[in-house]
């Protein structure tokens, strides 16, 4: 859940490394930016080790003006430090219908093109970057 609550910050405080997924929307990104000033703070003051895997856009609809512009809006001001990964995981029903039945995409519906895409980033993820 979207929060900066004192479990977060346990948790950002204790971690190695952190993922942020984030939606391809206006108020996503306005609370990224406050996510990652969180952490710089807690890095600086707290855990000096915590590093960034990256940025994964979640939820993503190729074909919207709104999804293209909030890339272009993400990738503009963090891509120079935090990597933004090139797979975008697409908006499916059958992600929800997935956790409605408490299973991963993947195992619900390994053909969807969700599960494929969460296939590609994990690829892209061990193989730090290459797809």
Known sequence: MP??????LNVLAACD???IPATPEYL??????????????LKKRINPN?????ILLTMFEEKTNLSKNMF?????SYGE???VFD???PKSVKVGEANLQSKSIVDYMPTNKAAIAYQAF????INNGQK
């Open 122 to 125: 994990t690829k892209e993820l």
């Open 72 to 76: 272009e809006m993400i990738e503009e």
């Open 28 to 41: 996503s990104v306005k609370g990224l930016e406050l996510l990652l000033r969180t952490i710089f703070k």
């Open 3 to 8: 929060s900066l609550g004192l479990m977060t």
């Open 17 to 19: 490394s952190v993922l």
């Open 81 to 83: 430090h935090i990597r």
């Open 50 to 54: 915590i590093s960034f895997e990256g």
């Open 87 to 89: 797979t975008k995981i």
